[in-house]
């Protein structure tokens, strides 16, 4: 792994060109474009049509059938249906605290001013096929979901020719997922967007998908709300000279093995501990099932970065804004005022990446590619929508009557001003 | 105006049509791509010779001089200043009840789990030039910034030949504007998105514009927020026959001048309200200013709908979602329970919606075109982020590691697993 040392001027630059690039593939924007304009034009047929070209399945119907998912549900080995739980039962409890309410402010005479926050009807839950699959990604979507009350939590998923994984339906079960159907890729996300006579319409489409997935839900926003579109996962670690270089370079790999664009990082004052993880990482890559994927991110996107000092270490990660990062020094929670931009945060040894990714609570649906400077992690907010009301009496109305009036016609809308003034 | 007298489907199907009513113009996105690029790779260079281009301005230095805000704030006439303040004063407390905050959580034996909430560092905010620059639109997004506790609120309007409007400059003064520059269109947003050697970069941008400003709001979305993607302006009324027909006529055509796209809608159970509505509407134009882009709206976009019963006038309203509800029933504010979809509520004869435009307190920065299905109004909210934490001792981790290594393999991650195990 490729250690870098510079002065915080040069990496800083570094950073910054890195986050600049941003890909704009036009033949992709009208690949997606003509499928979401067929599936709102033909509906299932379109739907049935694609499943044929594209995931060369047959179907009837895309509904999965609730025999199927029981049937899943109750064959699923009980260490494994405990392990969901447990993190079911921690994602609850943790999100719990994020449920916010709306407010009545009767403050002044004659006046109600007050806020209703409300769930969302409807969210579609987008979920790759194949190996990409995560059960856990539908317990960090659907439980926070349920939390803010969305009554309607329907799944797409791209048939697969031997039925869908049966965790993912034990998953879904778990979660409280309403409906899944058999549906994937841009024509998926088209299908939710403005319903089908089978796919029901949703207001908000989360989840993350290929490069075709990513494009159709970007291209559907506005139509209905999404969750951010997902970059290549993301590890920044912090660390002195007192961290154990075996277990910051399994927490590097964890990260890597994901995907080849993948981006393991470690910023550390010590050139010692980092010399000792970069080998680390070449001793701990040689039996990883996943070595191939690992070794390409950490080869191509990875970087061990020394700087002078902890301060520094820290200034350079709220400029990464990584998806996750974990603080490896002595009373790490200390620390926690110095984090500016990061979309979760792990302290001290213990804290292992993984451990948020399944069952620690904090959801893992995150910030990637620096877009932890202004977004935040999916949670409940992520699933309520907030209405404003007043109502004023006469008398509060007049009060306030002239300032209306004036401020409408600085604007040149006189027939704002009228309206208050038909009220006189 | 138009009576519609149409069964409940039939209305509803309308809605239906004219919510998937949704436009593409690749021209455009191709020309403000170009635009995106240029800024990106040339910075002030590309803006000055935009202003050149576009603006007929020729420019040494993009900043407003403080010397000039100052100059337009003090010869503000005492009765308009005073608007702005009660406006200020209105909007600071209704905004101060949508401050959240984060938790610590440590229920749990050995585990800490928080949430912090931050400010984001900076956001720009786009201010059209001419007659559609709105100085109540400053307070509406820089107030709730301020709140929220963002540092530097960077202000961008298109160049004028004769200065900027001076409203505009003691509005962005009063509040709290950290700087203001001249350039305006896609370029400003590119600006924005990325920095320049004179304009900062920023997290999210903010603000209303014509349809340069929104595509390229639309295409650096990713690389910062943006707030939604506002539409036509929308007025709903849901009205009664108790109601009175010169109110309502003039509070429809208070958003009726807005834009010849803006949709004024009234849905009633009164066939004899409707007329009379309809009539006002024809007899208040012939003396309105703005009567020709008025005209337009009310006759292209607006509708009166005369529907079976008042059950039947909220159903029909939440299929639309209006930016904009009035409700004008005997005991209004009971109906609240019956709303589920519109950006901002105005219960009873008094509360005229240009009541919200101004001065009371709420903000009237609104999701537009059936949007208030699942995006809010502008607030505290939107300039916060989140971000979460953790902290567990080694006995908490190794009770949930048979957990956490038994869903890491079954979702093919081993080197997740190995993360886990290495702590132990």
Redesign the interface.
Known sequence: MQIIQATYEQLSAQVTQRQ?Q?A?KPEIEAAV?KIIANV?QNGDAALTQYAQDFDKVSLSDFKVPQATIDAAYDACPA??L???K??KRNIT??HK??I?YG?M?A?QPG???G??V?P??AVGLYVPGG?AA???TILMSAIPAKLAGVEKIVMVTPPQKDGINP?VLTAAKLAGVSAIYQVGGAQAVAALA?GTKTIPQV??IMGPGNIFVATAK?QV?????ID??AGPSEIGIIADKSADP??LA??L??Q???DKLARPMLVTPSLELAQAVSAQVDA?LTT???AEI?RASVENEGFIAVVANLDQAFDLMNQIAPEHLEVQVPE??TY?DQ?????????????????????????HILPT?G???????L?V?DFV??????????A??AK?S???T???R???????????E??Q
Chains 1, 2 share one sequence.
Request: hydrophobic residues 40%; charged residues 25%.
């Open positions: 600049n941003t704009n474009a709102r260490d494994l405990a392990a969901l447990l993190a409890s943790y605290k994020e916010t407010f402010d403050e006046v109600i001013r806020q209703k409300m969302l009807a190996t995560y059960p856990s965790t403005y207001d908000k970007k926003f506005g139509q209905v709300d951010m579109i075996k277990k399994a927490d790999l964890s890597a093995e994901h701990q990883l099932p996943r690992a790490a929670i926690l984090i500016k931009n990061a979309g979760s945060v792990f302290f001290g040894e213990s804290a292992s990446e993984p451990l948020g990714d399944y069952v620690a609570g904090p959801n590619a877009s932890a400077r202004f977004f935040s992690p949670g907010l929508k907030r209405t404003q009301f007043i109502q004023y009496t006469p509060a109305l306030e002239k300032a209306i004036r401020l409408a600085v604007e040149g809308l006189e027939g704002h001003a009228r309206a208050i038909a009220r």
